[in-house]
T-cell receptor, first 111, second 119 residues
C-alpha cells in the first residue's frame, strides 16, 4: 500500500518568514495530493490540493509543488502569520480517493 | 460547503461499557465515510471505510467486533466502541466523501471529532 513520509515533524518560524513542509510517497499510481490544516481541538480542513497532471498550484500565500518523478510534494507558506500555527497533514491517494496521511507537521509561528 | 457533524464531541464512560459515535453529512449524500483514530500529536490513522448499504472495510489490525461500524443511510454512519477499555481512549474522527458534481473531487469533509475517555 501507499506510504507517506512527512518532514519536519515540528517547524518553528518567525512571523513573516516562509515555511516549507515536505512529503514523499511510495505508490507511483497516486494522483491526488491534498493538504489539511488542523488547529488545536478542531477538525482537519482542506487548504490546498494538487493532482498529478499539475506541477504547481498557488492560492494566495499557500502553494504546493509536485515532483512525480521523485514522488515528492511540498507545501509552501509565505509571509507566515500567527494564525497559520496548526498541524498540517499531507496525504496521497489514487483512483479510489482513499488518502494515506503523513504524520503531520506542527507549525509554530512566533509573533 | 459540505458539512459533516459528529456527536458526541466528548464522552466519558466506564470500562466495559459501549459507546456510540454518530457521523452525519448535513447537506450532501455521503456514499463513503471514513473513521479515523488520532492519538495526541500523531497522524490520522484510518480504522475503516464504510460504504452505504454494505459492510465496512477495516484496516489491518483493527478489530471489527470491537469497533462496529454501521452506514445505514447516505447521511449517517455510526461507530460503536464495544466493551471499551482505557486503551481505547482516543480522539475518533469521521470524514465523508460525497458523490457527483463538485463533491466528487476527492476532498474529505471531516467531523468535529469525538474524544473518548474510558475510566
Amino acid at each position: 500500500g501507499e506510504n507517506v513520509e512527512q518532514h519536519p515533524s515540528t517547524l518553528s518560524v518567525q512571523e513573516g518568514d516562509s515555511a516549507v513542509i515536505k512529503c514523499t510517497y511510495s505508490d507511483s499510481a497516486s494522483n491526488y495530493f491534498p493538504w489539511y490544516k488542523q488547529e488545536l481541538g478542531k477538525r482537519p480542513q482542506l487548504i490546498i490540493d494538487i493532482r498529478s497532471n499539475v506541477g504547481e498550484k498557488k492560492d494566495q500565500r499557500i502553494a504546493v509543488t509536485l515532483n512525480k518523478t521523485a514522488k515528492h510534494f511540498s507545501l509552501h507558506i509565505t509571509e507566515t502569520q500567527p494564525e497559520d500555527s496548526a498541524v498540517y497533514f499531507c496525504a496521497a491517494s489514487g483512483g479510489s480517493y482513499i488518502p494515506t496521511f503523513g504524520r503531520g507537521t506542527s507549525l509554530i509561528v512566533h509573533p | 460547503g459540505a458539512v459533516v457533524s459528529q456527536h458526541p464531541s466528548r464522552v466519558i464512560c466506564k470500562s466495559g461499557t459501549s459507546v456510540k459515535i454518530e457521523c452525519r453529512s448535513l447537506d450532501f449524500q455521503a456514499t463513503t465515510m471514513f473513521w479515523y483514530r488520532q492519538f495526541p500529536k500523531q497522524s490520522l490513522m484510518l480504522m475503516a471505510t464504510s460504504n452505504e448499504g454494505s459492510k465496512a472495510t477495516y484496516e489491518q489490525g483493527v478489530e471489527k467486533d470491537k469497533f462496529l461500524i454501521n452506514h445505514a443511510s447516505l447521511t449517517l454512519s455510526t461507530l460503536t466502541v464495544t466493551s471499551a477499555h482505557p486503551e481505547d481512549s482516543s480522539f475518533y474522527i469521521c470524514s465523508a466523501r460525497g458523490r457527483g458534481g463538485l463533491l466528487n473531487t476527492g476532498e474529505l469533509f471531516f467531523g468535529e471529532g469525538s474524544r473518548l475517555t474510558v475510566l
